[in-house]
């Protein structure tokens, strides 16, 4: 066993030298092909050659609150085709929290509307389908509450969130109350979906007491534990896999309820069962973001220096679920202030549970507060960047910690001088293009950085090739390619000569992907493991590891160069390598930034905004393919788009039913919302985040960008509309009456 905790500078390493000189390359992901033919199974299409097998389809809640008082199975196990109905206490009534090992149960009540109660299997999907209609469920409804508006004042303190719920330095009170200049408003967010093309699906396979489960999930080590805990066996008896995932987003951090009830179905049906939650479904039984109503004041001195920082947040959750949205996760450090105070108060309503979508925390704290920075900016008479620049702290202002790397301010810079900030109109509605009313606008990007414990095995074996091994999932993210590039990279490799082997449970335990930190901590754990294998080769070559040089599958020595096959001889060399966090964790701030610079064009007859050019210049440490990298910062940028324009999951609050609960209805942007996209990623290195020198990136784009979105409607037509998403009615309700006389 081979451990690195990361305690350290990690100084110069095989990576910094590149021999073979593959990492950071923008290398294709070299599994596209095989998804683009068919080859790359997901969860649905596994046991494609079985001879009988079960067809599952969930029966779900017709109310948003009350009692179960009895379930009439009758016509549905009557019905052609039907092998087994399954219902009780067992059933899940959404996804599982990310990373606890339980698995929530229905328990004869209703929590939301569109709850699992039920599930049918059937030779077919299309009989299963239909008996899942005959199912008579019968309830003793009770009021929900399903309006935020009505709970909104009953928040309480959760300590189960991912960030502690207050964070408070000096008197912020009185300091802002004293400030020579204070902004205060308040800003709402809407729930989200994560939406991921691939829905929810799982094939379960009993082998006497053993389970064997395809599902599609982000953290298979936690995953299989939820699996166990809601089907009632050990978890030796499961083996999770998840080999190709279509997009997760947080909305897989825990498993589905489809994984439990195919592996149910599966008993009760005596054959392998493959069930997918229905796209109406997979929003309304999972998980989705929080609502928010963000409070923001920052007081500042007539410069424009800030003294008093407050982001006070309301977000909801059901009964039972303490996660909070952290919205104000980048508060804490973000900006200079001597006195602040940063809390959460969770509201609980009776809708589905809320949890970690892309970027948790920023993805909607950032809209609010990158707004306000904007606003304070304007009523300082300040330049956005200049105001940033004023409030740019030189260590963590919450608790003085060092940053570990921080390039905020020259994303900024490198993003003015690429987008032409200064080319930005002066005055809000100045600018005018026939109807069309032109703005910029400028908002930070910051995500938090974490590296998780994750193990991974390499072995070189005697033909030269190398394999790795780790229960590491890819979820269209390039983990696969990025793995094969350190591996290729360390061990002096063409990447063609690396297999990688992932999302198996069998497979040595990883972190999984989330939180934006797959790529660092997998791929440390590869990086750890190469080190171990080279050493071997070191030793059989009676050299010192440091005076090694690998490249092209040969090793050079003290002037010899000698292939792998050769010092291998035969044998196979394999090593386990681990990964863990430590001291600089916690001796250091550690995050990822960027800037967003974005161009609209506001109807000012309509209110139509279209986004005419988005700018992101990114810093995340060391960039390990720089095209997969790129393409997370698209997906984020993207996402931004839509949050603020028209991201919103709308709730009935009659009944608590989630109302656009489909791609037609719930929507994202699609290519005619997209204007060509430019992402810049900087050269940095953190020598305090990981064995790579990496930080996080997948999540940081989407964070602030929605805000550089809304900030360039208000320069184009002088409207802040402090609900999102920003429609075309909202902005319209605010545009000046006199908006022709600028015609
Ligand atoms: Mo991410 S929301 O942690 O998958």
Known sequence: MNTHVMDKNIGETRLDRATQGVIGKPLDRFEGPLKVCGRAPYAYEHLLDEKEIGYGFVVTAGIGKGKITGIDERAAKAAPGVLAVVSGDKILRSSAQPMSPAAQTV????????????????????????AAKLVKVSYQPTDGRFDLDKVKGEGRKSDQGVMPADTE???????????????????????????????QASVAKWD??????????QLLESNVKQIANGVGVPVEKVRLLSPYIGGGFGNKLGIGPDAVLAALGARAAGRPVKLALARPQVYQATSRRSETIQRVRIGTTKAGKIVALGHEIIATNSPGNGFFEPAGVSSVFLYAGENRRITHRLAETDILMTSAVRAPGEAVGMLAFENAMDEAAENLGLDPIEFRRLNEPDKDPQDDKPFSSRKLMACFEEGAKRFGWDQR??????????????????????????MMKSSAEVSLSPDGRATVKTSMTDIGTGTYTILQQIAAEMLGLPVADVDVILGDTD????????GSWGANSAGSSVYVACEAVIGKLAQRLGVEADGLTLKDGQAIASNRQIPFKEILNGETLTELGTIEPGKTDEDYTQASYGAHFCEVAVNAYTGETRVKRLLTVAAAGRILNEKTATSQCYGGQIWGIGSALTEELVVDTRSGL???????????PVNADVPKLEVVLLPEHDPYASPLAGKGI?????????????NAIYNACGVRVRDYPMTLDKVLAGMPADIDDAA
Request: one cysteine or more; charged letters at 20%.
């Open 208 to 217: 006497g007491d053993k389970l064997t489960v395809w599902s599609s999930c």
């Open 698 to 710: 997948g999540e940081l784009a989407l964070a602030g960008v929605g805000a550089a979105v809304t």
């Open 507 to 514: 497979l040595p335990p990883s972190s999984g992907s989330g």
């Open 169 to 199: 330095r000096g008197d912020f009170e009185k300091a802002f109350a004293e400030a020579d200049v204070q902004f205060d408003q308040t800003y709402t967010t809407p729930s989200h979906h994560s939406s991921a093309m691939e829905p």
């Open 425 to 450: 109109p002066k005055k809000p509605g100045s600018t005018r293009n026939g109807e069309w009313l032109i703005g910029y606008g400028t908002a930070a990007a910051s995500r938090k950085n974490q």
């Open 658 to 668: 989630l109302v656009n609960h489909d791609l037609a209805e719930y929507h994202v």
């Open 107 to 130: 328990d004869g009540e209703v929590f939301h509307y569109g709850q699992p109660v039920a599930v049918i299997v059937a030779t077919s999907f299309e009989a299963a389908r239909h």
